[in-house]
């Protein structure tokens, strides 16, 4: 008999398309990698409603599901409607605790709802929303990962991540967080695996570790 084969599917955070996981290599004989990718959401749909119809695009029976910023959050609540092998959230957060006060705040005042999202065909303020910096330096590099433009499509995300009520991080969740995110900053987090040098966008950048790690973390 052969060994099963481990599916892992990988959900990218806001706005990004799955691309971010190019780099992302697991060894053949044990995983299988799935990509998803984001779709626009109904009118009105929460993201419970929202996580129910992206588990239908989950084929194999108990994966790994791993997502990045608020493809964390998704795959949280995905989780609550599948068997699963892992939940695995890497630069997001396990709570409505965990969000930083700046977020806070723009959810008692409703002041999201004036942020600028009709503005989104302008790649450095995409990048701004998804990344948490602009990017000067890297346009072409964040056009090519930056592609889920639509303006209903960010105005929901935004409001889902601010306005996110799960209170309690679920019991099972591995979170991987860099020391110097400056979206979900490491200092409002609770427990969690820490990668130095880390910021929000290390699933690109910090390859690397993710390749050497992902297996053990998966498998242990």
């Not at 060894?27 to 959401?41: A, R």
């Not at 009118?43 to 996580?51: F, P």
């Not at 991080?169 to 490491?186: M, Y």
């Not at 929000?200 to 297996?215: A, D, E, G």
């Amino acid at each position: 008999m052969g060994k099963e084969m481990v599916h892992v599917y990988l959900m990218p955070g806001m706005a990004a398309n799955p691309s971010i996981f190019e780099h992302i290599r697991l060894p053949e004989d044990q995983f299988t990698i799935h990509w998803l990718e984001w779709t626009i959401p109904h009118s009105g749909e929460t993201i419970g409603d929202y996580a129910k119809r992206m588990c239908s695009k989950i084929d194999y029976e108990e994966p790994v599901l791993l997502g990045v910023s608020f493809g964390g959050i998704l795959v949280q609540e995905m989780s609550k409607h599948l068997k699963f092998k892992k939940i695995i959230v890497v630069s997001s957060v396990k709570n409505r605790h965990e969000l930083p006060k700046r977020m806070k705040v723009l959810k008692h005042t409703k002041a999201y709802k004036l942020l600028p999202t009709q503005l989104v065909g302008n790649v450095d303020l995409l990048a701004k929303y998804a990344f948490g910096e602009t990017i000067k330096k890297r346009v072409n590099l964040y056009q090519k990962y930056l592609s889920v433009n639509d303006k209903n499509y960010l105005d929901w995300a935004i409001e889902q991540v601010i306005c996110w009520e799960q209170e309690k991080s679920l019991p099972e969740t591995i979170h991987i967080h860099g020391e110097k995110d400056a979206v979900f900053p490491f200092k409002n987090l609770g427990d969690c695996i820490s990668v130095e040098g880390g910021t929000h966008i290390m699933i690109i950048n910090k390859y690397r570790w993710f390749n050497k790690n992902l297996p053990k973390i998966i498998l242990g």
